[in-house]
C-alpha cells in the first residue's frame, strides 16, 4: 500500500486470477476504485507505487526484473519478449496508463517536476516538464562505478541521495541536481547504505556494516563485527558515529520488512531495528548521539514499519501478545507505551499512516481472504474495497486452523497451524499432510499470509482439508517470528539440517493422533519448504508416504553457490562437506516414497538443475516420481494459471498415492 503525500489518499494493488491492477481510495468515503484496467493473466506483476507530491498521479513499475544473465521473465513464451517499465497513471483512473520509460526504482522529485530512476544500475531522470506536445525522454543523470539504489530525494528535492554498490564495499553519494556533481560521504572500506535525510535537509544518517567475509549462508549467524548509525554533513560529507550496536546479541543485523531501514523523526530522533534483547525490537536514539531506548519491549519481533504522517511515531506490524497472528501497534519515536491499533481473531499488516490520522491495513482471517481496509483514527477496521472478493468465494467452507505447540524429535517446542476436516465420524482415520514454508525466514499464521506465494500456499492447505485430509503447517526452526536463537538455530540448514528434527517431531505427532491413518502421511513445500521435503523423504521413507517437492533444495552447495558466486567448495572442504551430508542428495539411498517434482525453469532462487540432478538419482535408483515443468517460469509463479496447475498436479497425486 501506499499513501499520497497529502490529500489522504491510499493506493494498492489487488491480483485477480492473474489479472494484476491498482486500486485508490480517499476522503471522505474512502470507496476503493480500479484506476488500471489490464484483464489479463499475463504474469506482469505492478509493484514501487509512488506518488507525485500534488497526490494527483501516481508512477509504478510493471514487470520484474532480470536474472543473473539479463533476461527478463517471460512465463508466456512472447516471441517479442517483455520488459520492466515505469509507468503514470492518473489518481482518479480518468485516463489510461502511459509508459514513461523501461527501467525500475522510481523516486519522484518532491518538486514534482520529475523523477529519477535506475536502469541496468545506473542514475536516469525524466523531466516531467517537457515541453507540449514531445514525448518525455529520459537522460542519464548519473554514470558511476557499480550499481546505485536506494534513491532518496532531500526534503526540498535539490538533492539525491544514493548507495553505490561496489561488491565487497559500498558508499553513500549525495547528487546535486543544480551543479550537476556527485559526492560521497566519508567513504570507507565498510558497507554504506540505507540514507534517510534529516527533516531539514541539512544532514544524513546512514548505516554503516563492517566487511563481512561470510560465504556460508544459510548457515546460523547470532554474532558479528557490531554495525553502527553514522549522521553526515550533506554539504562537506563528513560524518560522526552516533550510535553504535554493542557485541553479542544484536551485533548483526537484522532487518525490518520497510522503505528504510532508518527513520529520521520530526522531532529529530532516528528509529531503527535492533536484536540486543534477542528480539528484532525497535530502537531510537537522537540524532545528535546518545544511548539507544528500547521503543518495543516484549518476546515478540517488529516486522513492517512505517513513520507516522506527522513524522513523530511510528506504526509497525508485530506479533505481540499474539505470537501466531500480527496486529497493527504505534508508538512514539521519542518513546512511550506502545498502543495496540488493531487485536483480536484477525491478522493485520502493511500498516499505511494516512494525512488526518487515518490508518490503512491489508487484513485476513482464517477463512476470509487478504482484503485492504481502512481504521478511522480512534474507530475501527472497515473494508476499502469490499466488492472486489468474488461472491463465489467459498469463503464459508473453510476451515479456522488452530494452534499446536508440538515437541521435535530434539525435545524443541514448534508451532504449527492444524486444519482439521469438518465433521470426521469418531474412529475414522484420514490422510494427512505436512506443509513446510520456504525462506526460511518466514513464519505461517493463523489465517491467510500477507506474502501472495504463502498466500496461495495456504489456499491448497484449505483445498486439502475440503478433500478430507489433516493438514499441518510447520513453523519449524531458523524461521522468523520466535526470536533471534530460535531463527538463527543451532546447526540449521547447510550447518547440520537440525530442522530434520522438526520434520519427524510433525510427523511423529500426526501419527499419534486418533483421526490420522498412520500409514498415508505425506509432505509437501516450496523451495526451502521443497527441501525439508525432500529430506523427509530421503531419511524418512518409513514414516512418509510420498511428497509434493517444489523447487525444493537438493544440494546445499549448488544453492549456496547460486547466491555467493564466490563460494568454492573446494577452498571450504569441511563446511562443503557438512553442507552436503545435511542434503537430501547425501540420504538417496534410502529415499523409497514416491515424490512429484515441480519447478520452473528461470528459477532465480533455486537452479531448475536441482530438480534435474535429482530426477536422474531417483531413476537410478528406481524411485517412483512425476514431474510437472513450467518453462520460463520464476520461483514465485508469476501466471495464475502455473500456481493452479500446480496445485491440481499436487492434489491428483496425493490423491492416487494417499486417498482421501
Not at 507530491?53 to 510493471?62: A, E, K, L, M, W
Not at 549462508?217 to 560529507?237: C, N
Not at 567448495?569 to 551430508?581: D, H, S, Y
Request: one cysteine or more; aromatic letters at 10%; charged letters at 20%.
Amino acid at each position: 500500500m501506499s499513501a499520497a503525500p497529502k490529500g489522504g489518499k491510499v493506493a494498492w494493488v489487488i491480483n485477480h486470477q492473474g489479472a494484476r491492477n491498482i486500486w485508490v481510495a480517499g476522503p471522505p468515503d474512502y470507496k476503493g476504485k480500479q484506476i488500471t484496467q489490464w484483464s489479463e493473466d499475463d504474469g506482469q506483476t505492478i509493484s514501487q507505487l509512488a506518488w507525485t507530491p500534488d497526490g494527483n498521479r501516481i508512477v509504478f513499475v510493471r514487470g520484474d526484473g532480470a536474472n543473473r544473465r539479463g533476461e527478463l521473465p517471460n512465463p508466456l513464451h512472447l516471441p517479442g519478449g517483455t520488459e520492466q517499465a515505469i509507468w503514470m497513471v492518473d489518481a482518479e483512473g480518468a485516463a489510461e496508463p502511459h509508459k514513461l520509460t523501461e527501467g525500475s526504482g522510481p523516486a519522484v522529485s518532491p518538486r514534482g517536476d520529475g523523477l529519477a530512476f535506475t536502469r541496468r544500475g545506473q542514475v536516469w531522470w525524466i523531466d516531467f516538464e517537457a515541453p507540449q506536445g514531445e514525448d518525455l525522454k529520459p537522460r542519464q543523470l548519473i554514470q558511476a562505478r557499480g550499481g546505485s539504489a536506494q534513491l532518496r530525494w532531500s526534503p526540498n528535492g535539490a538533492r539525491l541521495a544514493l548507495t553505490s554498490r561496489r561488491g565487497g564495499h559500498s558508499y553513500i553519494g549525495v547528487y546535486d541536481l543544480e551543479a550537476e556533481s556527485l559526492r560521497f560521504l566519508d567513504p570507507s572500506l565498510n558497507q554504506d547504505n540505507n540514507p534517510v535525510w534529516s527533516p531539514d535537509g541539512r544532514h544524513i544518517a546512514f548505516m554503516r556494516q563492517p566487511p563481512s567475509p561470510r560465504v556460508l549462508i544459510f548457515t546460523p549467524q547470532r554474532q558479528d563485527l557490531p554495525w553502527e548509525i553514522r549522521v553526515a554533513d550533506a554539504a562537506s560529507g563528513q560524518s560522526r558515529s552516533v550510535w553504535k550496536a554493542d557485541p553479542g546479541p544484536g551485533s548483526a543485523f537484522r532487518n525490518i520488512v520497510a522503505g528504510n531501514q532508518i527513520f529520521w523523526s520530526a522531532d529529530g530522533h532516528l528509529v531503527f531495528p535492533w536484536e540486543k534483547e534477542g528480539w528484532t525490537h525497535l530502537y531510537s536514539v537522537p540524532a545528535d548521539g546518545g544511548s539507544a531506548r528500547l521503543l518495543t519491549p516484549g518476546n515478540f519481533e517488529v516486522e513492517m514499519v512505517r513513520m507516522s504522517a506527522d513524522g513523530r511515531s511510528v506504526v509497525y506490524s508485530s506479533n505481540q501478545g499474539d505470537i501466531d497472528r500480527r496486529h497493527i501497534w504505534q508508538v512514539a519515536a521519542s518513546g512511550g507505551t506502545p498502543q495496540a491499533l488493531t487485536s483480536g481473531q484477525s491478522n493485520e499488516w502493511s500498516p499505511t499512516p494516512l494525512n488526518g490520522g487515518a490508518v490503512a491495513l491489508i487484513r485476513s482471517s482464517g477463512a476470509s481472504p487478504a482484503q485492504p481496509y481502512i481504521l478511522p483514527e480512534g474507530g475501527q477496521p472497515r473494508p476499502l474495497a469490499p466488492g472486489s472478493l468474488p461472491g463465489s468465494f467459498p469463503e464459508q467452507h473453510l476451515v479456522e486452523p488452530r494452534q499446536v505447540v508440538f515437541s521435535s524429535a530434539d525435545g524443541m517446542k514448534i508451532h504449527g497451524q492444524l486444519f482439521l476436516p469438518p465433521n470426521i465420524p469418531a474412529g475414522e482415520k484420514r490422510p494427512a499432510m505436512l506443509y513446510f514454508h520456504g525462506g526460511s525466514r518466514r513464519q505461517m499464521l493463523l489465517g491467510w499470509h500477507y506474502s501472495s506465494y504463502y498466500h496461495n500456499c495456504y489456499a491448497l492447505n484449505q483445498y486439502l482439508a475440503s478433500r478430507g485430509y489433516v493438514v499441518m503447517s510447520v513453523n519449524y526452526r531458523s524461521g522468523i517470528g520466535y526470536g533471534m536463537e530460535f531463527r538463527e538455530a543451532l546447526n540449521y540448514g547447510a550447518a547440520g539440517a537440525s530442522e530434520f528434527n522438526d520434520v519427524m517431531g510433525a510427523g511423529l505427532y500426526l501419527r499419534s493422533r486418533p483421526d490420522v491413518d498412520p500409514e498415508r502421511i505425506g509432505l509437501w513445500g516450496g523451495s526451502y519448504g521443497g527441501y525439508l521435503t525432500a529430506l523427509g523423504l530421503a531419511r524418512a521413507s518409513d514414516l512418509f508416504a510420498a511428497g509434493v517437492d517444489v523447487h525444493g533444495v537438493h544440494d546445499w552447495n549448488v544453492v549456496i553457490n547460486n547466491f555467493v558466486p564466490s563460494y568454492n567448495p573446494l577452498e571450504l572442504q569441511e563446511a562443503a562437506r557438512l553442507a552436503f551430508e545435511s542434503s537430501p542428495m547425501a540420504d538417496i539411498d534410502t529415499w523409497n516414497s514416491p515424490v512429484l517434482l515441480i519447478h520452473g525453469d528461470d528459477d532465480r532462487n533455486v537452479p531448475f538443475s536441482e530438480s534435474v540432478d535429482l530426477a536422474r538419482a531417483l531413476l537410478e535408483r528406481k524411485v517412483e516420481f512425476e514431474q510437472l515443468v513450467f518453462p520460463d517460469e520464476v520461483h514465485g509463479f508469476l501466471l495464475h494459471r502455473s500456481w493452479l496447475r500446480a496445485f491440481r498436479a499436487a492434489s491428483e497425486f496425493l490423491e492416487k498415492h494417499l486417498g482421501r
